[in-house]
Each structure stands twice: as structure tokens, then as C-alpha cells.
């Protein structure tokens, strides 16, 4: 049966040693979107992009993918070729390799024979230029990407990703130490990113939050404790309670 959500998940329950890190979790993701998770540490968001990505499985409830897909029995490396892309924290790219090579690496396209020859097919060389203006590496795209700046690593994750055209993108604090000129290029790119594919974006830093955010999922507990626009869920009773333990306050 076809839904009309690019991600449901329904009534979702991973346990650890008993404790319930996601207790019968319902969320919802349109196609297109670019949604903010947030929540206290703890809250389950980081299980949460585990379940939809297939490195963890759930007790009992259910993932839907893409209106059809029920992820429960595919593996996290055919989840990859459904179309569902994630990054973690820390950047996973070769350092001893030019950006370029990188996403080479990441199209996968590229045969021995190919390889040898230096000769890359001319559409996957499209989809690397198109994505190296994208994530702002054209001029850097002979650099070794262990040169690269820390902001610089983490777009080039996200344009690794990017090449393998991704329908879903699950990013986990990406701009983690970054400084304010990187988080806000990186905003723009998300925003960019949203305009074709869908994107899931776990985030603390709540000035990022409220300057790029449409809508915004609050978990604690392993559930969603709110949902809506940013303005609405900061100013939300229940959720400045789960932030500060005190009413009256606002989500810093
Ligand atoms: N592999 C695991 N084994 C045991 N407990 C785990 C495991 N992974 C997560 N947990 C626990 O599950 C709960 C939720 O963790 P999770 O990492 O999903 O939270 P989070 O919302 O991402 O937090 P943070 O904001 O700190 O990244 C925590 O209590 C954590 O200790
Ligand atoms: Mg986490």
C-alpha cells in the first residue's frame, strides 16, 4: 500500500537493557521536506536516524519508506540503494584523496577498466560538477580532502552523498563545530538540497534551528513530545519544560 509520506514510522519500540530509547515512536516525513529534529540528549534521535537507515532494528513497529518500502527485512546497504543517504558526526572521506576523487569513489560507477583508462563516464562526471558547485568545492575539487577545512569535510560528506542521489538525506549535527560563516552556508545548502530530495536534519544549535527551519519535531523520551513551526514549539509549555525543567523560559 502506497502512503503518501516519504517516511512513516509507525509505533516504533527499540529497547536497550529494557529502557525504551524509542517507546511506540510515530513521525511522519513529506516528500520534499527539510525537517528539524531536536530534543535533550537522550531523547532518541540519533536511534531515531538508526532505524530509518537500518543499523539498528526495531522491537516491533514498522518503517514505511518512499509510500511503499517497509524497511524492516532490507539490509542498511540496499537502504542505501533505495535511495536513503546518512552521514555521521564525524566525516567519512579519504583523506589521500583529491575531492574529486572522492565523489569518483562515492558514484561507485567507476569500473577497473574505466579506472585505468582515467576515463569516468560522461554523466557521472556531470552529477561530480554539478555537485561540487553545489556544495562551494569546484575551486578546491584538486585539494587532497584531507587539506580540507572542517566545514569543507563535512560538505564534501554531504556531496558524497549527494552523487549517489539520494530521495532521503539523514544528516546527524552537521554543523557541530563549525563556525557561523560554515553553518550558514550550510543552511543555504540544505535549503538547496530540500528543493529536489527530502531531508532529515538532527540539530542542536537552536540560532540554526530557528534561522532555517520550517518545521521542527521535538523527541523526548523516545517520542515526539511536539511538532510544528519553530516559533510555535519553542514557545511551546511542554517543551521549554523538557529543556529547562521551569515554565515561563524559551528554548535558547
Ligand atoms: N547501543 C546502545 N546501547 C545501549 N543504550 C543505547 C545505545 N544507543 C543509545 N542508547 C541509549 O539510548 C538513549 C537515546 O540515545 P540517542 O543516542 O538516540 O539520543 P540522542 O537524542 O541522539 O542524544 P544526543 O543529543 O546526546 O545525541 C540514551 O539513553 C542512550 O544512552
Ligand atoms: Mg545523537
Redesign the pocket.
Known sequence: MKSGYILDVQNVVVS??GFR?LDSLNFTMNYGELRFLI?P???????LIDIISGKTRPVSGHILFDGHLDTRHVTEHRLVQHGIGRKFQTPSIFASLTVFENLEVATGFKSPVERLLGRLPSDHKDAIEDTLQKIGLLERRHIRAGQLSHGEKQWLEIGMLLVQDPKLLLLDEPVAGMTRRERDRTGELLLDISKHRSVLV?E?DMQFVRQFASTVTV?HSGKVLSEGPVDVVQNDAKVIEVYLGRSHARVA
Not at 540528549?41 to 540519533?46: D, E, F, L, V, Y
Open positions: 536497550f537493557d530509547v530534543g540528549n537522550g531523547a532518541g534521535k540519533t536511534t538532527v542542536h523527541m
